[in-house]
């Protein structure tokens, strides 16, 4: 099955779809990452604060798998964003990984606490080093993406954020497209909360999809690489399978209008001294 890429600016391609790895750990992650590559999946998303880079590492090492034929995202802590912070965080997550190089590294979280002017240097210095072959930027609004990318000398590739059926933020999608930023879907099922959505359960039985499949197949037609998750082998290869197939007009704009403006993680308050932020009063 041939996977829809996203041009990125370095001329790189970003696969539409990649595999999620958050909350998964040990011989989990291990498990559902091999299974995830015997199914097809060449993008693997995972991050710093996942705690499972150096199991994954292994995986592919053990992999009958290329390193140019994977693309493999990581992002930084926000606690970690000075610029020699982000300079070791990368540098800890490639060892973990057992690569050279990272094919797009992510500022994980905002940090009101640090100058977005020194994180996007580091990010600069890893790019101008080979480490980091694309840079962007994880749940930032458009806002803050304006700021980055004002004082960024390197393009910001990417900016992954919550997006699903229930939580669309045209605003932010808007902005994005408009400065040529790829959308990820983090959390694109709503951690499964959207699947009890009626519109999503009807489409499922009429196009005989599971529910993932409808909404990933929806946010994929919007034009959004999507990253979900998943430790069961069926559903990691139902996940996949999205391609050979597409929504009616009119039942996207049926998913379209389902928007609640309603997040399951991206919400306003902040635990600020958290592993996450670690800010201290």
Not at 4 to 26: N, V, Y
Not at 91 to 100: A, F, I, P
Request: aromatic share 8%; glycine share 4%.
């Amino acid at each position: 099955m041939t996977v829809p890429t996203k041009t990125l600016p370095s001329g790189d391609e970003l696969p539409m779809i990649g595999f999620g790895t958050w909350e998964l750990e040990g011989e989990t992650v291990q498990k559902s990452v091999q299974a995830a590559l015997e199914t097809g999946y060449t993008h693997i998303d995972t991050a710093e604060g996942y705690m499972n880079e150096a199991e994954i590492g292994e995986t592919l090492a053990d992999a009958d798998v290329d390193r140019d034929d994977l693309f493999l995202t990581s992002k930084v802590l926000a606690k970690n964003l000075h610029y020699d912070d982000v300079i070791a965080s990368c540098r800890d997550s490639l060892e973990k990984l057992g690569t050279d190089y990272l094919d797009l590294y992510l500022i994980h979280w905002p940090n009101p606490a640090i100058s977005v002017r020194e994180t996007m240097h580091a990010m600069e210095t890893l790019h101008e080093e080979g480490l980091v072959r694309n840079v962007g930027v994880s749940n930032f609004s458009a806002y803050q993406l304006s700021a980055a990318q004002h004082v960024s000398d390197v393009p910001i590739a990417v900016n992954q954020i919550e997006f699903h059926p229930w939580f669309q933020r045209p605003d932010l999608v808007e902005y994005c497209e408009d400065t040529d930023t790829v959308l990820e879907a983090a959390a694109p099922l709503g951690r499964t909360e959207v699947f009890e959505d009626e519109v999503v359960q009807e489409l499922a039985d009429e196009y005989e999809k599971s529910p993932a499949q409808i909404v990933l197949r929806w946010a994929i037609e919007r034009d959004v690489v999507v990253l979900p998750r998943s430790t069961t082998p069926e559903h990691i290869a139902d996940n996949y399978a999205l391609f050979d197939w597409e929504l009616s007009s009119e039942d996207r704009q049926r998913l379209d209008e389902r928007d609640r403006n309603e997040p399951v993680y991206d919400t306003p308050a902040r635990d600020w001294e958290s592993d996450v932020w670690g800010i201290p009063q």
